[in-house]
């Protein structure tokens, strides 16, 4: 089957063109002014006129549940919601159950995926104390990185990034692409007691931003920004929640030649701690969601290139598991179906442009991980694409929610773009609110050397 888009305005490296693309199989063969299409042949054709054509979002961080807390979410019903919301690639975290700390268990999840999932993937391997001979065996060019993130150094003890003696160990021995998360344990476990003595466990959610604080999100970051410099080896830095953070990082490196490279989340630029008397728990996720100044700078760090992608950080919990008080709330909540409509909405702000939006949430997201033949539109990549209508508002409501939770920060937000159809090697899995079922997500293949 082929499929002919056109008229669509092209956001793609850094213009905007109206051009047909010709879509055959899994592939974008042609990009041109006007395709004439062969009657012989079987095509379907997409008038998209007054529509926008972006190269699908590539989201680098979720938590999509699946195996053992399938309470929570599920790969088919995340993936579903991220295709709804233009993502058309994901790579998770591996803080399932079983945790994700050996090769066994990563192709485990793989093969979930290859029956379920609507959009391609990836799965990260699980980082602690006691598993380094398992990661030295993850394969570079089939398998998107090493992490920590969601897991303890050891059962309760902390994250990785508080234990530089084996940070040091890890840089100095690994050939892959290490991507962490950066909080001081210590800080927040005295902040945590310093507002547990005031008032006991009613602690108001508004102060997670001073538990979590800037220091300590700062103090490791530079760390281990010092500790990878040491050792030149691949390190991205998850969810820069910062101002100061975000200074750390240089800009007069071209992407595809740096070694430290790190991101925002969409609720960091979204959301404010102004925001929590009104959502409480809703919006509490580690780091925390912080001033109005950290999120200026954010913006800033993404504009000169010290923040190099945006991702989401996708973590949904049961809403049951968001009730309570501060220490019964978990932290983290559902974002894919929504963070591209969130970043358009920035575009009808004039805070970022289209060409900016595609820049962090594609082409720099394939740069960094080295994603092969996805993350652009051109001729012989892979057809991951989604039209969207900047022109139709919508509002999010807990009927067309789709995350299994069924609850979003969200709800009875008004936004102002509408994502129309996302395309997924070549077919249209999701087109006017309904959903081709087909399982045709590809797992995502990368370059050996990174």
Not at 3 to 29: H, M, P, S, Y
Not at 388 to 395: A, F, Y
Request: proline content about 3%; aromatic content about 10%.
């Amino acid at each position: 089957m082929r499929l002919v888009i056109r008229n669509a305005q092209i956001v793609n490296e850094g213009k905007i063109i109206t051009k047909d693309i010709l879509i055959n199989k899994d592939r974008i063969e042609k990009i041109e002014s006007l395709i004439a299409v062969n009657e012989n042949l079987k095509t379907k054709e997409i008038n998209a006129e007054g529509l926008h054509l972006l190269p699908g979002f590539i989201d680098d961080q979720v938590h999509f549940r699946e195996p053992g807390l399938t309470h929570k979410a599920t790969i088919l019903s995340e993936s579903r919601a991220a295709v709804a919301g233009g993502i058309t690639s994901f790579m998770d975290m591996p803080n399932t159950v079983p945790n994700t700390l050996t090769t066994e268990l990563l192709e485990e999840k793989y093969a979930l995926a290859s029956k379920s999932s609507l959009a391609n993937y990836s799965f990260f391997m699980g980082l602690t104390k006691d598993n380094w001979e398992e990661t030295l065996k993850t394969d570079t060019e089939n398998v998107c990185g090493v992490t920590d993130d969601g897991l303890y150094f050891s059962k309760d003890d902390g994250i990785i990034a508080n234990y530089p003696d084996y940070i040091e160990k890890i840089f100095a021995n690994s050939n892959t692409l290490i991507a962490l998360h950066s909080e001081n344990d210590a800080i927040i476990k005295k902040n945590t007691q310093r507002y547990h003595n005031r008032f006991e466990n009613d602690i108001p959610f508004r102060y997670h931003s001073i538990i979590r604080s800037e220091e300590a999100c700062y103090s490791t970051t530079k760390n281990l920004i010092d500790i990878a410099k040491k050792y030149g080896n691949r390190l991205h830095l998850f969810h820069i929640s910062t101002s100061s953070e975000a200074e750390l990082f240089e800009n007069s490196t071209p992407l595809n030649k740096k070694r430290i490279t790190a991101e925002a989340c969409v609720h960091h630029l979204w959301f404010s701690d102004k925001d929590y008397d009104n959502l409480g728990a809703k919006i509490k996720w580690n780091p925390s969601i912080k001033s109005k100044a950290n999120q200026e700078g954010l913006f800033s760090a993404l504009q000169n290139g010290k923040l190099d992608i945006i991702a989401t950080d996708h973590s949904p919990h049961t809403i049951e598991e968001k009730s309570g008080n501060y220490f019964q709330a978990l932290s983290g909540g559902p974002l894919v179906q929504h963070a591209l409509p969130a970043l358009l909405e920035f575009y009808h702000q004039n805070k970022m442009s289209l060409e900016m939006i595609v820049q962090k949430t594609a082409h720099n997201v394939a740069e960094i991980y080295k994603i092969k033949e996805r993350g652009y539109i051109r001729e012989g990549y892979y057809a991951d694409l989604v039209l969207v209508n900047l022109n139709q508002s919508w509002k999010v409501t807990k009927e067309n929610i789709l995350y299994q939770c069924k609850w979003s920060p969200f709800e009875n937000q008004s936004f102002k773009s509408k994502i129309i159809t996302t395309i997924i090697n070549g077919q249209e899995v999701y087109s006017n609110g309904k959903f081709n079922e087909i399982k045709n997500g590809m797992r995502l293949k990368f370059a050996k050397i990174r």
